[in-house]
């Protein structure tokens, strides 16, 4: 069993990451609403979060993480449409 403190800082390491692409992720996320607006779509579509989600999920190696993955995905989107709404 490896040292809590190891743990902590693994979990601190992968946080770090997480924040670098969530920030990359809205800065794209930025630029589709920008694409969006200039082309008189809607922000939110059903069918392309359907299939984001979808896709996302059959990558999911760890079956028991399915819907933790699934609220991840969800909630991801939902900050998503959120920041393009402002």
Same mark, same amino acid.
């Given at each position: 069993?490896?040292? $809590?403190? &190891?743990?902590r800082i ?6 770090? %990451?997480?924040?670098? *692409? ?8 930025? &630029?589709?609403? &920008?694409?969006? *607006?200039? #082309?008189?779509?809607?922000?939110? %579509?059903?069918?392309?979060e359907r299939?984001? $989600?979808?896709?996302? $999920?059959?990558?999911?190696e760890n079956?028991? *993480?399915? %819907?933790?993955?699934? $609220? ?5 989107? #939902?900050?998503?449409?959120?920041? %393009?709404?402002?």
């Open positions: 069993m490896r040292d $809590l403190n &190891e743990l693994e979990i601190d390491h992968i946080d770090s %990451q997480l924040i670098q *692409l969530f920030e990359k992720r809205m800065d794209i996320v930025k &630029e589709v609403i &920008e694409y969006k *607006l200039s #082309h008189d779509m809607p922000i939110y %579509q059903s069918d392309r299939i984001v $989600l979808q896709k996302n $999920l059959a990558k999911v079956q028991e *993480l399915i %819907q933790y993955a699934s $609220l991840f995905l969800e909630n991801m989107m #939902h900050i998503s449409k959120s920041y %393009q709404s402002d």
